[in-house]
């Protein structure tokens, strides 16, 4: 594998196989390293998991490392996330369990939401869902939107049903944006299982962390709602302007946005693996370029292992 561009050496958004990545943290540096990035920075969901392994693997990786979470939360009755960077690992161990339950609790009854849902709209159901059901509890990695919705998707009972113009049923993206997280939907899980948005920053900053708000325009029609909403708090430290589905407009909007708020600015390829077409450095096709000089001042400044 031939090196990256020396501009392209910057991935702040990595998860690995201790979320919903496919990758273990071993692999995820070896790459990294083949790669020759220049900084990164696991955010695996609702976990710092990884970290305990990257202290065994720290030789394999000769850039820097900045540590992070990524968080789901509620903002404006919308499921949304934002990023820590810079977090003390030991303290969001201690910390993060106050908040958030387990993912074992949280994906249980996200599941029976779901099904109460599809079983409301006389959605059929494969055979074995029960086994899927068992599957996903075992397997919180795996989103409940692809196992549902892609099984379900198959049986042509259903096509009436869930075709429809309201969203194509086309990748776990658009199923979980478009569908499960979207009150505008005929889908929508209504799921409060997770903390308040204010709630979510004060863990973050609990643990030292920076509060990063990531791919904004992925909410669709709610985006700029949602970004206004965390902006006037005054918590926010940075946003992620670089990333993979965004448009040159969508960065320099947001790229605006910090320079005229004084905000950092950060970017990553949000990459997991085989679960996600995002390749890590390099996002789609090559399109991933985060600059230097937005993010070598600032991760320098917290970057602790």
Same mark, same amino acid.
């Given at each position: 594998?031939?090196?990256?561009?020396?501009?392209?050496?910057?991935?702040?958004?990595?998860?690995?196989?201790?979320?919903?990545?496919?990758?273990? &943290?071993?692999?995820?540096?070896?790459?990294?390293?083949?790669?020759?990035?220049?900084?990164?920075?696991?955010?695996?969901?609702?976990? @710092?998991?990884?970290?305990?392994?990257?202290?065994?693997?720290?030789?394999?990786? %000769?850039?820097?490392?900045? &540590?992070?979470?990524?968080?789901?939360?509620?903002?404006?009755?919308?499921?949304?996330?934002?990023?820590?960077?810079?977090?003390?690992?030991?303290?969001?161990?201690?910390?993060?369990?106050?908040? !958030?339950?387990?993912?074992?609790?949280?994906?249980?009854?996200?599941?029976?939401?779901?099904?109460?849902?599809?079983?409301?709209?006389?959605?059929?159901? &494969?055979?074995?869902?029960?086994?899927?059901?068992?599957?996903?509890?075992?397997?919180?990695?795996?989103? @409940?939107?692809?196992? =549902?919705?892609?099984?379900?998707?198959?049986?042509?009972?259903?096509?009436?049903?869930?075709?429809?113009?309201? $969203?194509?049923?086309?990748?776990?993206? %658009?199923?979980?944006?478009?569908? =499960?997280?979207?009150?505008?939907?005929?889908?929508? @899980?209504?799921?409060?299982?997770? &903390?308040?948005?204010?709630?979510?920053?004060?863990?973050?900053?609990?643990?030292?962390?920076?509060?990063? $708000?990531?791919?904004?325009?992925?909410?669709?029609?709610? %985006?700029?709602?949602?970004?206004?909403?965390?902006?006037?708090?005054?918590?926010?430290?940075?946003?992620?302007?670089?990333?993979?589905?965004?448009?040159?407009?969508?960065?320099?909007?947001?790229?605006?946005?910090?320079?005229?708020?004084?905000?950092?600015?950060?970017?990553? %390829?949000?990459?997991?693996?085989?679960?996600?077409?995002?390749?890590?450095?390099?996002? =789609?096709?090559?399109?991933? !370029?985060?600059?230097?000089?937005?993010?070598?001042?600032?991760?320098?400044? $917290?970057?602790?292992?």
């Amino acid at each position: 594998m031939s090196p990256l561009s020396k501009h392209n050496r910057n991935d702040l958004h990595v998860h690995t196989n201790k979320s919903d990545g496919t990758k273990t &943290p071993e692999e995820v540096l070896i790459e990294a390293e083949e790669l020759g990035l220049k900084r990164i920075s696991i955010t695996d969901h609702e976990s @710092v998991d990884a970290y305990s392994e990257i202290e065994k693997y720290r030789n394999l990786f %000769s850039g820097i490392i900045i &540590p992070g979470i990524e968080l789901k939360t509620i903002c404006q009755g919308r499921e949304i996330e934002l990023l820590g960077y810079g977090i003390s690992v030991d303290e969001m161990k201690v910390n993060l369990p106050s908040l !958030y339950k387990s993912k074992e609790e949280i994906n249980r009854s996200y599941l029976k939401a779901i099904l109460k849902v599809l079983r409301k709209k006389n959605i059929i159901l &494969p055979d074995n869902t029960e086994d899927l059901y068992k599957d996903f509890l075992v397997q919180p990695a795996k989103f @409940v939107s692809s196992i =549902l919705f892609g099984d379900t998707g198959n049986l042509k009972q259903n096509t009436n049903t869930l075709f429809s113009d309201e $969203i194509e049923h086309t990748n776990k993206e %658009s199923l979980y944006r478009g569908w =499960l997280t979207n009150p505008k939907s005929k889908f929508y @899980v209504e799921f409060t299982s997770y &903390p308040n948005y204010m709630d979510t920053i004060s863990l973050i900053r609990s643990c030292d962390g920076k509060v990063f $708000i990531p791919h904004i325009f992925q909410y669709g029609d709610y %985006s700029k709602s949602i970004l206004n909403e965390l902006l006037k708090t005054e918590e926010i430290d940075g946003i992620e302007c670089y990333y993979p589905t965004f448009t040159f407009e969508n960065t320099q909007y947001l790229l605006d946005i910090c320079t005229n708020s004084n905000l950092l600015v950060s970017g990553g %390829s949000d990459y997991h693996g085989a679960n996600k077409k995002n390749q890590l450095g390099r996002g =789609l096709n090559d399109n991933l !370029y985060v600059p230097d000089d937005k993010v070598q001042a600032w991760t320098s400044q $917290i970057a602790k292992v």
